[in-house]
């Protein structure tokens, strides 16, 4: 599906203020000037001379004085949301996560790994028609366990490099604590070290992020509630101390097998179509590809506030631009952010 709205590119137009200041002495302090993500924050002393250079992790906004999301790819994995599945490995801890409505309503998620490496992560499950249209703009590694041959041949059509159970077996292991097939798990390092040459560079950035002090948003909004289907459905809280969106799954904290519970810095919910296609799961539920290519209706809640505005992707390989009522690009806190494909007309209720 091609709509008529013409997207706006942000990946040029990325700014990040440093995100802390020294307290006390101000002999050394951040600098104040944006940076784009993927380059560097610098640090400097009283008479301005450069003392580090702080790369910028291109998917988060945020420094990275490891310096690993300058030399390595996006891994994106595929992790289940089924209530056996949960608490999940390193849903915390992914730089961005795309979460998708797949048959009989539930919902399963793309997680992106890039500035941190959680180990292990999962329960990692098979590949959806959709994934290569989300995936694709990231380039990197795809790491899933089976599906549909169709659907993982549409995947190898796709800029991503192939690092599935199959493919990369050693990187995997079973969980013998959990009944199959909520109980396999994956190694981010070991994935990584599969990159061939095709597939090795960093990604490049996905959303616009502003700078400190920068307004956000046209109200406040406390939470918002998604109700996916009849089975699934999740609610973020904003928490002002930790600035974070605390999530809620089907009526209860969402917790990770850290302990944690999820909190991300932004949460985008995107009005997309259903399609229905041909094919059925074992369980004889027919199977739907959420339409993520083209343009609609989307929210973005940052800092406690929310936008209302369009999402617009005009193929597979651009990235998706999101802006406001007026046509102006929106841009995010720096951080970790979630995207929602919502179906169209289910309930989304702000406040």
Not at 39 to 66: E, F, K, M, R, Y
Not at 175 to 180: H, I, V
Request: hydrophobic residues 40%.
């Amino acid at each position: 599906m091609r709509l008529g709205r013409a997207p706006i590119a942000l990946a040029g137009l990325i700014a990040l203020a440093a995100s802390a200041a020294c307290g006390g002495s101000t002999t050394v302090n951040q600098a104040k000037a944006a940076a784009p993500p993927g380059t560097t924050a610098s640090t400097t002393d009283g008479s301005g001379t450069v003392v580090t250079q702080t790369p910028i992790a291109p998917l988060t906004g945020l420094p990275d004085p490891s310096g690993d999301t300058t030399h390595r790819p996006a891994l994106m994995v595929k992790i289940e949301n089924a209530p056996e599945a949960r608490p999940q490995s390193g849903l915390d801890a992914a730089d961005v996560v795309f979460e998708e409505v797949v048959e009989g309503g539930v919902t399963r998620f793309i997680a992106v790994f890039h500035s941190s490496a959680p180990d292990p992560v999962g329960p990692v499950r098979s590949v959806r028609p959709m994934d290569p249209n989300i995936a694709g703009v990231l380039g990197g590694l795809f790491a899933y366990s089976g599906g549909i041959p169709d659907f993982q041949a549409l995947l190898h059509k796709a800029p991503v490099q192939d690092v599935s159970y199959d493919n990369a077996t050693a990187a995997y292991h079973w969980d013998n604590k959990r009944a199959r097939p909520h109980n396999l798990y994956a190694s981010p390092e070991q994935l990584w070290a599969k990159a061939d040459d095709k597939h090795s560079a960093p990604p490049k950035p996905l959303f616009a992020f502003r700078a400190a002090g920068e307004p956000f948003g046209d109200t406040d909004a406390p939470a918002v509630h998604i109700k996916y289907s009849q089975l699934a459905s999740v609610a973020y809280a904003w928490d002002a101390a930790s600035g974070s969106w605390k999530r809620s799954q089907d009526g209860g904290p969402h917790m990770a097998a850290s302990g944690a519970q999820i909190a991300p810095q932004n949460v985008i919910v995107q009005s997309v179509a259903m399609r229905k296609l041909r094919y059925v799961d074992p369980s004889g539920t027919a199977v739907y590809e959420s339409i993520v290519t083209g343009d609609g209706d989307a929210w973005i809640f940052s800092g406690g506030r929310m936008t209302k505005g369009r999402w617009s992707k005009p193929d597979a390989a651009s990235p998706t631009t999101y802006t406001d009522a007026a046509g102006n690009p929106v841009k995010l806190a720096p951080g970790r952010t979630w995207v929602h494909f919502a179906p169209q007309g289910a309930a989304i209720t702000v406040g």
